[in-house]
């Protein structure tokens, strides 16, 4: 994954997911959930509780949006 990419995720405001190496998957529900430190090489992902995790880009795998051809999100 690239930091443009996840940008562009973010931007978009829809609700996505990452998918990380080891098959773990982090939910964005919305923007507010995820930071991109300038010039660093991870983000950082929040959960409903004000935990977070910090995810390095080189071990994600993909994106995967969370919302269903009906507009619903996905569960």
């Known amino acids: 994954m ?12 829809t609700p996505f997911s990452l998918l990380m ?3 773990r998957e ?16 991870h983000v950082i992902v929040y ?5 977070f995790t ?3 880009l080189l071990t994600m795998t993909g994106l995967q949006s969370t919302i269903t051809d009906s507009g619903a999100q996905a569960k």
Not at 2 to 13: D, H, Y
């Open 2 to 13: 690239t930091r443009q990419q996840i940008e562009s995720a973010v931007a978009r405001g």
């Open 21 to 23: 190496a080891d098959g």
């Open 26 to 41: 982090y939910r964005i529900p919305h923007p507010d959930y995820i930071s991109l430190p300038p010039k660093a090489a």
């Open 47 to 51: 959960d409903d509780e004000g935990h």
């Open 54 to 56: 910090v995810l390095p």
